[in-house]
């Protein structure tokens, strides 16, 4: 790629990840609900289900401490649904017609439109950690512990965004991208998310949940949380983001070639 | 050297999946800083022609050069020279008037150093400075068109590609907008490529029209030539009794046809020769002894051309208004898919 190009393609992704940020700050629905949901849900496990730490073998005595992780997933997931539903709109509107009829690059589209995700996934994971230490949690990896936590926290929003971009191309509307999301949240569920995987009495979710991605970027985030460095579990959480990002890049490229038939 | 404000069509086909085909065979040629009106009814293929001229969608067949270059080969050049104003307005509710500029200027590749000037004096021209910090969500149907139409013409494109830009316009707004667009063709030599399926529009706007049905060119030249070569002037009279219709129909029978979609109480005959019958016709209503109320001789009219070449009337011949009317024009997912 020339210097010129190269340029060019980062003014066009700085104009289109501007604007998804707008997009995000003049729709407060899109700020408020993403970031107090995951929040109000963590206090009503915390108090509901602080109990379960007296489990032999539960990995902390706090169960703030071990759900903490939750909210950064859920997050995640939000993300996710707003920006593709966004990008499902400009679809459904023709605004990608009118963007394809200028020079901008295919790979500026998606890069702008997953700013404004970047941008969502880095203030709510903050919002998320400042709460979380300030209700009585703690990092056992210490600073440092916090900031690989927000870079993790950040990078696992992205890979959803991906994902919510690469949905939004394929289906081309805003309700099949909000059919997508309840599958999301099973996802969630299917996981270790509320209850430590060697814990699970019955079988089949035991099983699930091994097999389920979304339990290792849950733990790579929660062993940050409470059990300290654990290189294992943050390789698998930080590779899983990374594949989810390649694949769903790789994806929404193809998706949006399919979709702009421009010549 | 190719001319670098015209626009070439040789033999251009677009087939969608299914084998609808949209457009089937078209040539037409429109040189620089032409008005070319390309009229016909809903689903003729306008709007498919419009998406394949402006590189959103590739041709099945047939070669096509818009500004000198292959709109299959050359894509990027062509969008850097051309503007369009597509059917459905596209803008973003959540951005402002002069964010849109700004965004349009920055992915056209205007110097930063003119982006902000070139934005306000488009904005001020088409009449939406006062509105320019408000989002385009507020706007009315007028000045979405207007905005989109500023938006067209940001980075001062050679040919300006406008799909039924009227089309919901009150008629203030589309006579301003027609104002603008001749402006642009003889002020600036922009050359305008205009789709439309009202008759008024190409009429007084365009220099030259095509004519499509079903996918296929019927009719191409000046408004005046088409007209003068295909209809004749209807001669309309209204009795002072409704009575005496009968009697004037066959007064006026033999200067020409009956046209049937006249109003009740009143008969009307598309002249077989020209306006120069009129006095004759008087002198046959005379020998009826009918009273007249009013007798008002109609130039012919680009819809005469239009049912001369298909048999129909080109208002309400759009889709499914006629039998054997071909499909809907596929929508942008099944364009995108084809």
Redesign the interface.
């Known amino acids: 790629m020339s210097a010129l190009a190269s340029s ?1 393609l980062t ?2 992704v700085g ?1 289109l990840a501007g ?1 998804a940020v ?2 995000i700050v ?2 407060p629905a899109q700020v408020v609900f993403p970031i107090a949901f995951p929040l109000l849900l963590l206090a009503v496990n915390t108090s509901g289900l602080d109990a379960a730490t007296d489990l032999p073998g539960f990995p902390t005595a706090s169960y703030l401490d071990f759900a903490l992780a939750v909210p950064f997933m859920q997050g995640a997931l939000f993300a996710a649904l707003n920006g593709g539903q966004d990008l499902a709109r ?2 459904e ?3 990608l ?8 690059s295919g790979a500026a589209l998606i890069a702008g439109q997953l700013g404004g995700a970047l941008f969502m996934g880095v203030v709510s994971a903050l919002i998320y950690l400042i709460v979380g230490l300030l209700i009585g949690s703690g990092v056992a990896a210490g600073l440092g512990g916090a900031l690989v936590l927000l870079a993790l926290a950040v990078t696992i929003s992205f890979a959803f965004a991906c994902l919510g971009t690469f949905v939004a191309l394929r289906a ?1 509307s805003g309700q099949a991208v909000q059919g997508f999301f309840p599958l999301f949240f099973v996802l969630l569920f299917l996981s270790s998310a509320f209850f430590p995987r060697d814990l699970i009495e019955q079988d089949w979710f035991r099983e699930v949940a091994t097999y389920n991605p979304v339990s290792y970027l849950v733990e790579g985030i929660r062993s940050l949380v409470i059990t300290g460095w654990d290189g294992q579990a943050l390789a698998q959480a930080f590779g899983i983001a990374a594949v989810m990002i390649a694949g769903f890049l790789a994806l929404s490229a193809w998706a949006l070639r ?6 | 050297m190719p001319d670098d404000r015209s626009i070439q069509v040789s033999g251009l086909v677009r087939e969608f999946k299914g084998g609808i085909q949209a457009v089937d065979g078209i040539d037409l040629s429109v040189t620089g800083s032409e008005i070319y009106g390309f009229l016909g009814p809903n689903g003729a293929g306008k709007s498919t022609t419009v998406k394949v001229l402006t590189t959103l969608l590739p041709p099945s067949a047939g070669t096509v050069t818009v500004a000198g270059y292959d709109v299959a080969r050359e894509g990027a050049k062509v969008r850097a020279s051309i503007g369009v104003a597509l059917q459905d307005v596209a803008l973003d509710p959540m951005l402002t008037g002069r964010e849109h500029m700004r965004l349009q200027a920055g992915l056209q590749g205007v110097p930063r150093a003119e982006r902000a000037t070139r934005g306000d004096d488009l904005l001020e021209r088409v009449g939406l400075t006062d509105a320019a910090e408000r989002k385009s969500s507020t706007y009315s149907g007028g000045m979405k068109r207007r905005l989109d139409l500023a938006l067209a013409l940001l980075h001062r494109p050679r040919i300006l590609f406008l799909d039924e830009p009227t089309t919901g316009l009150d008629v203030q707004s589309r006579t301003a907008l027609w104002d603008e667009v001749a402006r642009l063709a003889r002020e600036e030599g922009t050359t305008v490529f205009l789709t439309t399926q009202y008759l008024e529009e190409a009429d007084v706007l365009a220099d030259r029209v095509g004519i499509i049905d079903r996918g296929v060119i019927v009719a191409e030249g000046t408004p005046a030539a088409l007209k003068e070569e295909v209809a004749h002037p209807t001669v309309e009279v209204i009795p002072r009794d409704p009575e005496g219709c009968a009697a004037i129909g066959a007064a006026l029978a033999p200067f020409g046809e009956p046209v049937a979609e006249r109003g009740a109480g009143s008969v009307a005959v598309r002249l077989r020769s020209g306006a120069d019958q009129l006095a004759e016709i008087v002198r046959a209503l005379d020998v009826a002894n009918v009273t007249v109320a009013h007798l008002a001789l109609h130039e012919p009219t680009l819809d005469d051309v239009f049912l001369a070449k298909t048999g129909r009337s080109l208002e309400g011949a759009g889709d499914g208004s006629a039998e054997g009317s071909p499909p809907i024009e596929p929508s942008r997912r099944e364009q995108a898919a084809a």
């Open positions: 060019n003014g066009q104009l604007r707008r997009h003049r729709q400009d679809i509107g023709g605004f017609d009118r963007l394809a009829l200028t020079p901008m081309g399919t979709r702009l038939a421009r010549t």
